[in-house]
């Protein structure tokens, strides 16, 4: 199985930006597609965005944030410009079988990672 780490999170302010990276432990990485979703405190678990070959993202941060991977690596990446303090939430890498966008049909998650942005 897949087991992902997350890391990259942090403090930032309004404005500013961060790189989350997820790195992949199992042996099947290039036949995943991977996925970004976050949570807030008090709110459910939200699509950021995926990829296998082509990357969809979510329209609250489509423009600003980038998701690219490197198969070699065994790692995803989430780029974050412009960020607002409305991106404030745990970060979770997953990874899924078949392309889905859905929290409920993903098959391995990472713990994530807090992104905290200052106004």
């Known amino acids: 199985q897949e087991q992902l780490v997350e890391s990259g999170g942090g403090l930032v302010q309004a404005g500013g930006s961060l790189r989350l990276s997820c790195a992949a432990s199992?042996?099947?990485?290039?036949?995943?597609?991977m996925a970004w979703f976050r949570q807030a405190p008090g709110k459910e678990r939200e699509f950021v965005a995926n990829m296998w070959i082509s990357r969809y993202y979510a329209d609250s941060v489509k423009g600003r944030f980038t998701i690219s991977r490197d198969n070699a690596k065994n790692t995803v990446y989430l780029q974050m410009n412009s960020l607002k303090p409305e991106d404030t939430a745990v970060y979770l890498c997953?990874?899924?079988?078949?392309?889905?966008?859905?929290?409920?049909?993903?098959?391995?998650w990472g713990k994530g990672t807090l992104v905290t942005v200052s106004s």
């Open positions: 997953a990874a899924a079988r078949s392309w889905t966008t859905g929290v409920t049909n993903q098959d391995y």
């Open positions: 199992g042996r099947s990485f290039s036949t995943f597609v």
